[in-house]
């Protein structure tokens, strides 16, 4: 019975290192965890020197690091011949058979190799080492490299490795500790201490055997403390073995194992340890203990393993399955590059329009906006930030400064034209500002355009990663020349609206004066006339406009009636009438300085108390109530506010502080209202037509290329123009792309076989 329990033992063993060999270079979730054996500790706590004692082999051992890298040693009882053999754990290595006394140097030789190919002194690549002698026990026994918490990089690479090893329960963890040194200091603790915190593991003591080395250079009294100090610490499961290590001396001159041991039972059967070390010690119940637990272990496993390979073989098979189809001809390529072209347009559009965010059952809080509209939001808030700054010439401070800009403009130049030059220069360098602004806006869009077409390119192609790299980065190029064109279009177009708005700050735009009229107007009424209506020429006009636009529907109508001559002659008169009206407007405009300080004429009052609400209040009692709330009976003030896109506190404070200077005894100047008034409204018309010019460009250049396939267009023409023997490097698949197609087919074969050979074994 007990030959047939080891022979299952030893079948399960091979399996598990054929199964580890099959998926040595897999990674991510999912993999198979098999049962191990890991030793671990601070750097010299004699991991390697205790290793060459199990083992019986000819390990490197070294005051300093001496492990750079994982080494899994397999110890099998010879089945037909003694052999030992070596490889690196990838599919670019093979086995190689090696001599005992060659051990030594090629660990060594394998380490250099794997450290010259990284870009760090410690890697997590494993070397193997198999040993098949007829002494040896069944055993597997992993040594990784010490930990020295010396806070460097590669440090905290070791320590990331380490725990990925021990944090699956089927790994039991050999935790050496230097018996000169205190329990509480071990550095290696911190880590078993963080499997339990982070990875909820609070069983890593029940798989940790402790094992304290160097037992010959500490007294009893401390190896005493030991016991207790651990037992206090994480009252592990497997109570302590002392272990003699042999010094480097020792262990160079080849003493033999029988030596070592007297030495070592010399120290472990003292009696005054024994009260506290019940259980076996010694290098030789060490490894009796770890090939029982090891056993239990593969015991315990046998009924997860045929699930785990199933599980492993599904996922692998699924992977297979979706690798894409290796062309052959130009018609293979068409309909591939037709199946990967129709799938990004569909994610595409689905990226564009959230069609996620459409269905009833999606979650409301989120609910995604289409790309179109956070373009036009992301507009809005620049609009928004820059309307905000603009209200900083609405301010007393930009008055007292303008005094001086203004006095410093002046220099030689005739009183009518110094202050149009100032305006000039103001605006200039205002535009030179909110221009490299937009440009930058430009880019944010641009971005956000091709972070939504990037997402849908990156899940179209995956299914070519790793197998038709070329056939991605041909698809990439042409992605990002499309891009960059559509970039230089708008560029050009931005330029082309620049230039136009930069040659406009000398020409009249009806509509901007209109603005700064009628902002400055109600300055003057506020200021001068004590009101606190909003009432201007435009208002006005635009009274008179209907009534023209009426009566001369009547006009039309009455000579359709036939009423010839004398409707003529009306006609006339009327239009002697609008001539003598905007005459008598003309005149009262240039006489506005000379009349400000009168009484308004009965019509004006008649017109304004009909519209406008009149209330003639004090500044500072308009002030006073809440910075003066607005009727909001009255529409036309509302319309101020609305035409002008002013702010009303920042208006309302702004002619507060103007008054105050006034009642001080400071005659505000007119000309620098006039100046403000004229910045800000060019500023702000000019904002909005430019904006609204850019939007629409950003559409065009950025967005509408992208809806409109021509990303489709282009990758189609451009593997039609290429001859077969060019398209079939980049879609036909490379030697190496079949390689790994081979290894799939490979690993799900072999896996396979296990699998049915478990049936056998359960």
Known sequence: MAEEYFSKIRHYLDIFDKI?????????????NLPKTVIIGMQSTGKSSILKRITGLNIPCDNKRCTVCPLQIRLRKAMDREYTRIKINDSNHVWYEIENDEIAEKIIECQKEIVKNGNSPISDKLIILEVNRNENPDLTLIDLPGVTYDQSIQEEFLINMI?????????????????TQD?????????????????????????????ITKIDKTDIQHLRNIYIDQKKQFNFKYPPIMVRNGSYEELDKDISEEDLKKKEDAIINNPHLKQYYHNPQGIKSLVNLLINIQNEYIVNYKPEIKNKIKEYLEKLKATYEN?????????DYNEEIADVIASFEELLEDQFDKADSLLPNSDLDAFDYCLETKIRMKFNQFQEKYTQQFYSFLTINYYRKLEKILFNSKRLKLDNFYGEECVYKILKRNLRTYFSSIYCLIKEVRSLILYEVEKSFNKAFKKYEGMLDQFINESRQTLTKLSDENLDLCTKYFEYQKNIEKAGIYSVNKYYLNIANMIQNQIE?????????????????????????EEEKEEEKEEEEGEGEGEKEKEKEKEVEVEEEEEEEKNKSENTEET??????DEEKEVTDINMDIKNENISNLIKNNYGNINPENDMQEYFYFYTCLDKEVFIKFIKDLNDLNNNGYQVNKDIIKIICSIYSYLKVFMDRFLDNIYKGCLYHLLYPFQEKRFSTNLIKKFSDMTDEDLNKIIGGSDETKMKIANYENKINELT????????LC
Do not use: M, W
């Open 20 to 32: 580890s060999e099959i998926i040595c270079n897999d990674s991510g979730e999912g993999l198979i």
């Open 163 to 179: 725990i990925e090893y021990i944090k699956d329960p089927e790994t039991i963890v050999l935790f050496t500790h230097d018996g």
């Open 183 to 211: 329990f509480t200091t071990n550095g290696a603790i911190k880590i078993l201490r963080k499997i339990e915190e982070d990875y909820k593991d609070s069983k890593i003591s029940k798989r940790t055997v402790p094992i």
């Open 323 to 331: 690798f894409p189809k290796l062309c052959e001809n130009r018609q």
């Open 525 to 549: 009424k506020c200021l001068y006339q004590g009101e606190t209506i909003i009432i201007d020429d435009i208002l006005k006009n635009k009274q008179k406009y209907e009534v023209k636009i």
């Open 596 to 601: 400000q300080y009168e009484e308004e004429s």
């Open 753 to 760: 076989k296990i699998y049915y050979q478990l049936d056998g």
